[in-house]
């Protein structure tokens, strides 16, 4: 991952998951991250669940990083998936631009 699409990446991350520092790196982001989840998913886990749904984490992935046989803990399993979202969202953002709209007028009331 690019430095750009690393900050992009982890200004997306750090307000929804109230990250206080800004990490150096891809790891250190997602060592911050699975903390965090591991956190959320002892205190708030219908709140971080409802967090994954916003972000559009696909369930068939939450369910495969939390089956108890998953080859990592479950933190980590979701701070990557919550990392792979949010970097497909800033690569879409970079590459995808939307046409201006002509008639916008038109849509007013």
């Given amino acids: 991952m690019d430095n750009a699409a690393l900050q992009q990446t982890t ?3 750090k307000g929804d998951f109230e990250l206080s520092s800004a990490p150096e790196s891809e790891a250190a982001l997602l060592d911050m991250l699975a903390e965090r989840i591991d956190q959320m998913l002892a205190t708030q886990p219908e709140y ?8 559009d984490v696909l369930e068939h992935k939450i369910n495969r990083v939390m089956h108890p046989e998953a080859p990592e803990p479950a933190p980590m399993g979701l701070a990557r998936l919550v990392l792979e979202r949010q970097l497909q969202r800033v690569e879409t953002k970079r590459t995808i631009k939307p046409a201006p709209l002509d008639d916008w007028e038109e849509w007013t009331l």
């Fill in 11 to 13: 200004q997306l991350i």
């Fill in 48 to 55: 971080l669940m409802s967090m994954l749904y916003r972000m």
